[in-house]
T-cell receptor
Framework: EPEVTQTPSHQVTQMGQEVILRCVPISNHLYFYWYRQILGQKVEFLVSFYNNEISEKSEIFDDQFSVERPDGSNFTLKIRSTKLEDSAMYFC?????????????FGPGTRLTVL | AQRVTQPEKLLSVFKGAPVELKCNYSYSGSPELFWYVQYSRQRLQLLLRHISRESIKGFTADLNKGETSFHLKKPFAQEEDSAMYYCALSVGPGGYQKVTFGTGTKLQVIP
């Protein structure tokens, strides 16, 4: 069964550094998402992406964040200048158009630790 | 703005006992409600959604619009049900959908 994959599984970085988190969505899916989960807190929506554009973003998704689909398979989340509070699990998800409802399939997550 | 509330952080039950994981939501429109489950060291996965009114792994959930609730129930808990359970609400047009999660309830089934 196809799955969403994410790399790396764990990323450690220094405050102020740029990080790129990578995701490979399920191949026939058209909608892509990033979520994050700070330790001990709930999963929070960051951004949705469709047709090479951001469809919606949350207030968390400020100018430090960007997303890109650089080729036909990868979907990346870039944090330009990481802050301590960016430490979290970052989940990628994808879905296909299916009537009025799209089940989102989640990746295993990337744990980002900012020192 | 939409909101999902799961009042219990941890729910411990004995094997064979009934389980009810509570979820309340607030949203002015007609939401789509889901339950996601995350087993230890595994990814988030969809357990069930209110539209389909199905029973998955013995779990059911009924949307009560009057009480704005979507509680997850199972008559007899099994050890393999131990996991984190997240209630979620989805809004958006037919294409992309933004999912708002509750804080999650850890279900611990005691043998």
């Amino acid at each position: 069964e196809p799955e969403v994959t994410q790399t790396p599984s764990h990323q450690v970085t220094q405050m102020g550094q740029e990080v790129i988190l990578r995701c490979v969505p399920i191949s026939n899916h058209l909608y892509f998402y990033w979520y994050r989960q700070i330790l001990g807190q709930k999963v929070e929506f960051l951004v949705s992406f469709y047709n090479n554009e951001i469809s919606e973003k949350s207030e968390i998704f400020d100018d430090q964040f960007s997303v890109e689909r650089p080729d036909g398979s990868n979907f990346t989340l870039k944090i330009r200048s990481t802050k301590l509070e960016d430490s979290a699990m970052y989940f990628c998800a994808s879905s296909e158009q299916r009537g009025s409802y799209n089940e989102q399939f989640f990746g295993p997550g990337t744990r980002l630790t900012v020192l | 703005a939409q909101r999902v509330t799961q009042p219990e952080k941890l729910l411990s039950v004995f094997k064979g006992a009934p389980v009810e994981l509570k979820c309340n939501y607030s949203y002015s429109g007609s939401p789509e409600l889901f339950w996601y489950v995350q087993y230890s060291r595994q990814r988030l996965q969809l357990l069930l959604r209110h539209i389909s009114r199905e029973s998955i792994k013995g779990f059911t959930a009924d949307l009560n619009k009057g009480e704005t609730s979507f509680h997850l129930k199972k008559p007899f808990a099994q050890e393999e049900d131990s996991a984190m359970y997240y209630c979620a609400l989805s809004v958006g047009p037919g294409g992309y959908q933004k999912v708002t999660f509750g804080t999650g309830t850890k279900l611990q089934v005691i043998p």
